[in-house]
């Protein structure tokens, strides 16, 4: 008794099926297909081999011909770490102009400041301490609590002096974001008034 053979499952272009008997199964393309489709399926495979050992050819000549190129991968790293410097150096420049601007700013402005109150520290000392003390000076007696008001507004004057004496300007620098803090303090002592 012989089976019923099936079609070749194959179709063109146009969609038009085989009408020849199918031989064995395509590894290909895992259709069923007669011999002649079968050989056809063949030759594409022989042709996408060529074009492979083309490749695998074209790869072969490049590892060939490739050589490590220490010279352009060094001028090319040297051209990236110049073009990173000559920021850098600019930010810095740019900041050190800046901040030697501020500086010249906030000294001109404590100059004025120590003036002022240098003169006032002055004016206690001579127009409340010394007339107070010639005051107690002139008396027969001496009150304890004249003494101690005296050596009170002394001492204020002296911290007024002190602080005169230090410089109220302070320079921070933070060297992970390359930015520098200058901060002016006021004069405390030296600008209250007894």
């Known amino acids: ?5 099936n079609l070749c499952q194959h179709s063109d272009i146009d969609g038009i099926q085989c009408k020849s008997n199918d031989y064995i199964l395509c590894p290909h393309c895992q259709l069923q297909l007669c011999l002649k ?3 056809s399926h063949q030759d594409l495979l022989r042709s996408e081999l060529f074009i492979l050992c083309d490749d695998i050819d074209r790869v072969r000549i490049n590892f060939d011909n490739l050589i490590f190129d220490s010279t352009n991968q060094r001028e090319y790293l040297f051209k990236q770490l110049d ?21 010249q700013i906030l000294c001109l402005k404590s100059h004025m400041e120590f003036d002022i109150y240098k003169t006032k520290q002055e004016k206690q000392l001579k127009d409340n301490l010394i007339k107070q003390l010639n005051k107690v000076l ?4 001496i009150h304890i609590e004249d003494l101690n008001k005296m050596k009170t507004k002394l001492d204020y004057i002296q911290k007024g002096l002190d ?3 230090q410089l109220n300007i302070d320079i921070y620098f ?15 002592e030296a600008a209250k008034v007894m």
């Open 163 to 165: 602080e005169l004496k």
């Open 37 to 39: 489709h079968l050989n």
């Open 83 to 103: 073009e990173w410097y000559d920021q850098k150096i600019n930010l810095i420049t740019k900041i050190y102009a800046e901040k030697k601007q501020e500086i």
């Open 174 to 188: 933070d060297n992970t974001n390359f930015d520098i803090n200058i901060i002016k303090r006021r004069y405390i």
């Open 138 to 141: 002139k008396q027969k007696q």
């Open 1 to 5: 008794m012989a089976s019923a053979r």
